[in-house]
């Protein structure tokens, strides 16, 4: 009866320490916009380095500010660059880490997001939300995570102008991003 009691006893604690961790969530980043706000969840699970590198650099404040430098209608918008070139950015870690495509995760549907970069392992900051299929980016680009709320937001910074090299004429920033806790 004894060890009865003592096996129960360690499977609750395992049992609750695993839901007290962290690990078992899926972050929520809240991306306060000029447009309004989005929120992304962030699928560890799938992409643990995009994860931490994204929920590391938000809770340093390196979003805030920054604009979404290029927009493409029926594509994606694409963010995550300090310089607003699409040229600049760097990751937690200070250098480029690889790719983390899984052929499970798919560009299937529009609200997906995912890691920008200039080729294999070249990750930094910069990331797109998609806002249609794109199956062309599949291999290419880690997918990390989703809008699960402000998809309208999305909608309405994929309509603004934009110029040369799909740049918006006027700003759209990201005005704050953090994590919800």
Same mark, same amino acid.
């Given at each position: 009866m004894? #060890?009865?009691?003592?096996?129960?006893?360690?499977?609750?604690?395992?049992?609750?320490?695993?839901?007290?961790?962290?690990?078992?969530?899926?972050? %929520?980043i809240?991306?306060?916009?000029?447009?309004?706000? *989005?929120?992304?969840?962030?699928?560890?699970? *799938?992409?643990?380095?995009?994860?931490?590198?994204?929920?590391?650099?938000?809770e340093?404040? #390196?979003?805030n500010?920054?604009?979404?430098h290029? %927009?493409i209608?029926?594509?994606? %918008?694409?963010?995550?660059d300090?310089t607003?070139?699409?040229r600049g950015?760097?990751s937690?870690?200070?250098?480029?880490?690889?790719?983390?495509?899984?052929? =499970?995760?798919?560009?299937?549907? @529009?609200?997906l997001?995912a890691?920008? =970069?200039?080729g @294999?392992?070249? =990750?930094?900051?910069?990331?797109? *939300?998609?806002t249609?299929?794109? @199956?062309w980016l599949?291999?290419?680009h880690?997918?990390f995570?989703?809008v699960?709320?402000? #998809?309208?937001?999305?909608?309405?910074?994929?309509?603004?102008?934009?110029?040369?090299?799909?740049?918006p %004429?006027?700003?759209?920033?990201?005005?704050?991003? #953090?994590?919800?806790?």
């Amino acid at each position: 009866m004894n #060890y009865l009691i003592v096996a129960l006893l360690c499977m609750f604690s395992l049992v609750a320490k695993d839901k007290g961790d962290g690990m078992s969530q899926k972050p %929520i980043i809240v991306m306060e916009t000029t447009q309004g706000v *989005i929120e992304l969840e962030l699928k560890p699970h *799938i992409a643990p380095k995009a994860c931490e590198n994204m929920t590391k650099l938000t809770e340093k404040g #390196y979003y805030n500010g920054i604009i979404f430098h290029r %927009i493409i209608p029926n594509f994606m %918008i694409q963010g995550g660059d300090p310089t607003g070139t699409g040229r600049g950015g760097e990751s937690v870690w200070g250098k480029p880490f690889e790719d983390e495509c899984t052929p =499970n995760e798919t560009f299937d549907r @529009p609200g997906l997001l995912a890691m920008a =970069n200039a080729g @294999p392992k070249t =990750n930094g900051s910069q990331f797109f *939300i998609t806002t249609v299929e794109t @199956p062309w980016l599949n291999g290419r680009h880690t997918i990390f995570g989703e809008v699960v709320k402000g #998809y309208d937001v999305v909608q309405k910074l994929e309509k603004v102008k934009t110029g040369m090299g799909d740049k918006p %004429i006027e700003d759209q920033k990201i005005i704050k991003m #953090y994590v919800k806790k």
